[in-house]
């Protein structure tokens, strides 16, 4: 039986209080302690591998958890939402979705098709057994765990309505069985 868990980045160093987007925002102290706590906390789950965002503090939480001791692979699906606001303080999450086309930006469902389609490549070269990791950040992490749940998303401007159940906390995982 194999299993995949879904991990989000640990909590980063934010004193302006922007939306981070894909900005090099490091791990704070805390987040860097939560990722040695996962680290503990996987060192027995046989993971053989830890797919990763390249934004910095996904990368620094795969890092932290592979120890040195498992391959890091990273990937642009699992990149953060591209949107025109990153860099901007945090006021109004509705324009973050808000004006994606206009400015470059991503919807949600298309953040969803990259996580998905990373998904369905992956879990055809996934062998018996084996456990992986995949560390990203909240929308590609939650729209993935919709699609496989079979959640609608509401629609392409807002988030999920997975939403309502709860959302992928900072240094969070779930485990997907795939038995």
Known sequence: MSNIYLLRHCDYENPRKILPGRLPVELSESGKKRANQLKDIFKDKNISKIYSSEVLRCKQTAEIVAGGQIPVIFDK?????????????????DHFFGHEKAFGGESIIEVRDRAVDFYKT???????????IICSHGDPLQTLYAYLKNIPLSNEKHLPESKKFGWFEKGEFFKLDLS
Not at 80 to 91: H, I, K, M, P, R
Not at 122 to 132: G, H, Q, S, W, Y
Request: proline share 4%; no cysteine.
């Open 77 to 93: 699906r699992l990149l953060e939402t591209l949107s025109a606001y990153q860099g901007y303080w945090v006021q109004d999450w």
């Open 122 to 132: 992956i879990k055809k070269t996934l062998k018996p057994d084996e456990n992986i």
